[in-house]
């Protein structure tokens, strides 16, 4: 079997027993076990527990970020945009609930090297949200403008509430991810403003 | 002195130390030093550093509870509310960032006791939003109201993006308290939407 295959197959037990089982607790044992392979080949390929665990963050970090940027197309209005890869971003995380508690919760406790990994990824996306609202309000050619700095400050809070959303609503069964993209554009795009008034975000206008 | 002032200064002492240098680093030395006790006599009144730090980050998050809460009038409008809670939640953490670092970084990525003493304040954060939320869509009386389960998500996200803009805004020296609860009100209240269309949450309409 090719090295590739095998490490995948390492990497994907390796998501789901930390994922599941949490960092600590989590032995080399039962990942080697799980992916079908020796404990010593586990090492061979990925040298230590630490190791094995970063490079699990830095694959599902880079496969979340895909997810996002394959779901939206670039030039599509603003809310199209947001709601394409919030709806991305939900589905992704739905679909890979290992994965997300390894970015989201297991990463972050674990101790600041990996919390650093995360941050990263972070970044990335809090830069690809900046991008989306700076286009969006230029497009508007709106007078004030949105100076910079506040547009970053969206970008963080949009980025800090979809997390959030996704935390929560992964412990509820009966939300969908269509749902948390929706309540999602119902906060952001529309705003409790609207909210109170009736007004709801629509994919449909 | 009596016990209650020893223990108010050693818990001081104790927040800015994890604070500025993370709570591996920090060591019970130099917070006795900064605290002006000898070293046995913090183990004597808080018996270890675990113990220790589980003080310091019971009393902030009950500190920043308390601010958010005294900020706010009841029976004011939803958008004054959530106006005077946000600016009272970036002031308190503007004021106290030793004590946003405990409790943002430093609780959640040590390890998951202290974590879970975190997420303890975050619902009842959550829970607070969450009835205020509740309180402003029955006061508007609007047909259809808002679920239940979309509130509980609104008010995930609400929380989710005041503390990733809390941790922006407290690396940016150019981003006031006021500046960054105005940013909230723009995303939470306004939405973007509105913002693209230039339409801004003001506290004086």
Redesign the interface.
């Known amino acids: 079997m090719p090295r590739a295959v095998r490490e995948r197959q390492m990497l994907d037990a390796a998501v789901h027993t930390f994922g599941q089982r949490?960092y600590?607790a989590a032995s080399m044992d039962e990942i080697a076990e799980l992916a079908g392979v020796s404990k010593p080949l586990v090492y061979l390929y990925l040298n230590s527990k630490e190791e094995l665990f970063t490079a699990c963050i830095r694959r599902e970090a880079a496969a979340l970020i895909e997810a996002v940027r394959d779901g939206v197309t670039p030039g599509e209005p603003?809310?199209r945009q947001?709601w394409d890869g919030l709806r991305a971003f939900f589905t992704h995380t739905a679909e890979h609930p290992d994965a997300w508690a390894v970015l989201h919760?297991q990463a972050?406790?674990?101790?600041?090297p990996f919390?650093a990994e995360v941050n990263v990824m972070r970044e990335e996306i809090v830069a690809f949200v900046t991008l989306l609202?700076a286009e969006?309000?230029r497009a508007?050619h709106?007078?004030?403008s949105?100076p910079d700095?506040?547009v970053?400050?969206?970008a963080?809070?949009?980025?800090?509430?979809?997390?959030?959303?996704a935390?929560?609503?992964i412990t509820?069964p009966?939300?969908s991810a269509h749902?948390?993209a929706a309540?999602?554009m119902?906060?952001?795009?529309?705003?409790?403003?609207?909210?109170?008034?009736?007004r709801f975000?629509s994919p449909n206008p």
Do not use: C, K, Y
């Open positions: 949490g600590r603003a809310d947001l919760s972050r406790t674990v101790g600041e919390a609202i969006a309000a508007a709106q007078d004030p949105l700095r506040e970053a400050g969206l963080h809070a949009l980025v800090g509430a979809a997390e959030s959303l935390g929560w609503a509820q009966s939300v749902q948390a309540t999602m119902n906060f952001a795009w529309a705003g409790l403003g609207d909210l109170m008034e009736g975000w």
